[in-house]
């Protein structure tokens, strides 16, 4: 059974770092793309950053780029997302998802992923 499983979510200052990893089991890692989605109180669910089955093509929201990156780890079949310069408005619920596809578009829904995780609280504090 496919599943995905974030960690490393918590409570920051402003200005600090935060490292968020993706675990999936039951998937053919090295097939599927994935994303960083993340959902603040009250606001859609919005897509951070996503990166191809290779690693080597990564795409941000504007929002954060500069600032997070996006990255995967193959062998360990883990998605990780390092988070720097972290600001209050980052505060969200951080969910990753993966497709069965070379490569995730930022234009996709939470709704078109197969495989979606429970999502990790990040808390940047002023």
């Known amino acids: 059974q496919a599943q995905l499983v974030e960690s490393g979510g918590g409570s920051v200052q402003a200005g600090g770092s935060l490292r968020l990893s993706c675990t999936a089991s039951g998937l053919s890692f090295n097939d599927i793309c994935m994303t960083w989605f993340r959902q603040a109180p009250g606001k859609e669910r919005q897509p951070v950053a996503t990166?191809?089955?290779?690693?080597?093509?990564?795409n941000y929201d504007d929002s954060v780029l500069g600032r997070f990156t996006i990255a995967r780890d193959n062998v360990k079949n883990t998605l990780y997302l390092q988070m720097g310069s972290l600001k209050p408005e980052d505060t969200a619920m951080y969910y990753c998802?993966?497709?069965?596809?070379?490569?995730?578009?930022?234009?996709?829904?939470?709704?078109?992923?197969?495989?979606r995780g429970q999502g990790t609280q990040v808390t940047v504090s002023s």
């Open positions: 990166i191809d089955t290779s690693g080597g093509s990564t």
């Open positions: 998802a993966a497709y069965p596809w070379s490569r995730c578009f930022m234009t996709w829904a939470w709704s078109n992923y197969p495989h």
